[in-house]
């Protein structure tokens, strides 16, 4: 008990020497890359795989992918290493199909 206490005193002092949270000076979420959607989304349609299977081999839900596919979302590097990794495609892949898809855009 006297653990929890300690530790809640220290959340308390490290939260009252920060101050108020200024939310708006907190950084833009990046946007999502629709180059990438779109590679990935190709790679799954290529391999004749629904949204599901791949879900369930990159150990994702199928909404996190479909956000993805859809470039709802700017994925995290290890999403897209789950993503890739279960279609069976190299990081440098997928950076030369980007590529391609950007120089023709």
């Known amino acids: 008990m006297a653990v929890l206490a300690q ?6 002092a490290l939260l009252t020497r ?3 949270l200024n939310l708006q000076r907190m950084a833009p979420h990046a946007r999502a890359d629709p180059h990438l ?3 990935l989304r190709l790679a799954r349609e290529r ?4 949204q ?6 990159a150990g ?4 996190a992918v479909a956000r993805v ?3 709802q979302v700017n994925p ?3 999403t897209v290493l789950s993503i890739i990794d279960a279609l069976g495609i190299s990081v440098a892949e997928l950076g030369r199909e980007i590529d391609s898809r950007r120089s023709a855009a």
Do not use: C, F, I, K
Not at 47 to 50: A, E, I, L
Not at 52 to 57: G, K, M, N, T, V
Not at 60 to 63: D, E, F, S
């Open 69 to 71: 596919e859809r470039a």
């Open 76 to 78: 995290g590097w290890t």
């Open 7 to 12: 530790s809640y005193q220290h959340h308390y």
């Open 47 to 50: 391999q004749g795989r629904s």
């Open 60 to 63: 994702l839900t199928v909404a």
């Open 37 to 39: 959607a779109h590679v």
């Open 52 to 57: 599901e299977a791949l879900a369930h081999d």
């Open 18 to 20: 920060l101050g108020p």
